[in-house]
């Protein structure tokens, strides 16, 4: 990978600590964990339940709310306490911040041979591996719980009312050979999907046409 490459992994690796690093977020993330758990272990008894498959399952949980509740403030000590990824994190939002002349450290990294960046990028990161464990486990949790259901959109609109409090995410399938881009928005009553092709220069027009679509309600 180039150097800008790697620099684009500190943006995200940025944005994963600061919203990883809130409490909020860790709390809710050991609720659903442990709500799940609670769901799942009810199908212990039932014998039409592949009991090996549920056993991983619950045991993948376990471990995920183990680690997760034993991450404690480490997240945010990931930069606080390394002093490249602080003074890198202070200056990478300013235009033309992580230039040689003002961060001559992160420039002399750049120059190290790929293999080299890559082992340090997987060592500063590997705190976030229960994290990243847990929010993997919780949203394949939930994407399995969705059946979908094929749809019409009449001249690339389509609208639904929402069950309520009865799912917590959306699943959208469109066929890639048709080059649509879905524009979604919604609220707690209804969801509006309106289709968009996209043009040769990057433009998008409302799609005239009718089109199957599958829908999914994940809970």
Known sequence: MDPIDHHFC???LFEIIEVGGRTDLKT??????????????IFKTNPSVDQEVLSSVLT?????????NALGSRIAQLVSENDFLSS?????????????????????WQQKANPERQDDIKRWTEP?????KSVELLLGLMR??????????PAGLFQQNLPQGKFQLLRLYIDPSLNLVPEISGNR????IRLMKAGN?????????????ELALCS
């Open 128 to 132: 976030l591996s229960p994290l990243y």
């Open 28 to 41: 809710d993330m050991l609720k659903d964990l442990d709500r799940h758990k609670t769901q799942l272990s």
């Open 88 to 108: 890198l994190r202070n200056r990478i939002s300013i235009p033309g911040g992580t230039c040689a002349f003002d961060l001559p450290v992160y420039h002399a």
């Open 189 to 192: 009553m209804m969801v509006s």
């Open 60 to 68: 993948n949980i376990e471990s995920c709310f183990d680690n997760l």
């Open 144 to 153: 399995d719980n969705g059946t979908p259901q094929k749809v019409m959109a």
């Open 201 to 213: 220069m990057g433009n998008v027009q409302p799609c005239p046409i009718d089109t199957s679509l």
């Open 10 to 12: 500190f943006t995200t």
